[in-house]
């Protein structure tokens, strides 16, 4: 299934019913009283998380949904039927924009929250809310309210622990095959990964964090050019960032150095609070280097790359220094989650300088 990260849907909660005027009529009561039941209340739209679900293309081909109106109130105090809901179901990690505004309405970021996106109006009162010692006899009723109305944006944005960056032909699928349970395509020509592609990388019994493979990016990527730039939102949720540099090109032509600069570069033109996040270095490919070569080559990379975070030596082929690398990947990313966390002694309701009121 081809991925789709971003649809325009129109959606239309239902509209109230109206209230109704009617009065009793039965033998032998000349005034019998008003009867005339409310409106029903119009349809809610829901919008749940499913977590069976990783793309937003379904959209694509059912851009309106509309809900069901309540019923009219009816007479012999009869209140009319609230109409029935929609619920849509979306990946989790779907952000809801006004398509208008840009103004940012819902996120979906836990596997089953179900948020109200659209209010279906409220019915109308019918005569039987009229009466009054002083109105026994009222002809009064009120219309329905109107359900909203709203144009959204859906934007997709895989929740992932770990993203992975780099040139195409990097060996990032191959990374990613090698530590998780992730079967990407994988082949010796460029672009051959289209979409993301999620992993799960088991640690230990009950430790586990989830990777990204995104498409390669080229210089120009943040300006429309190749595939990943369509890809490099979902890099925004991640809590570390691996460059994985290709250290044996099939061209001697090519520049490794030149090629992770170039990543770099786009990174910080597309967001800057992306390009500040945790990022390691992952040099691979090694086991197509002379064994007597690698220290020396890898320590001019680094050096002309001037890169001051962690750096691993890998062949994700041969898997060797992929469990190394994973381990510190765990820790990271539950220190990470740690310190996300709020004290355990400290009631969220209220912000950390102000505690709360004595009463």
Known sequence: MKFVDEAYIDIAAGDGGNGCVSFRHEKYKEFGGPNGGDGGRGGHIYAVADSNLNTLVDFRFSRRHNAHGGEHGKGSDMFGAKGDDIVLKMPVGTIMTDAETGDILFELLVPGEEVLIAKGGDGGFGNLRFKSSTNRAPRTKTP??????????????????VGLLGMPNAGKSTF????????PRIADYPFTTLHPNLGVVRVGPEQSFVVADLPGLIEGASEGAGLGHLFLRHLQRTRLLLHIVDMAPFDDSIDPVKQAKAIVGELKKYDEELFNKPRWLVLNKLDMVEPDKRAALVKDFVKRFKFKGPVFEISALTREGCEHLVKAIYQHVKAVQKSEQPPEDIDPRFPLDQPPADH
């Open 144 to 161: 329905g309210w109107p359900g909203e109305h709203k144009s959204l944006k859906l934007e997709l944005k895989v929740l992932a622990d």
């Open 176 to 183: 990613i095959t090698a530590v998780s349970n992730a079967r």
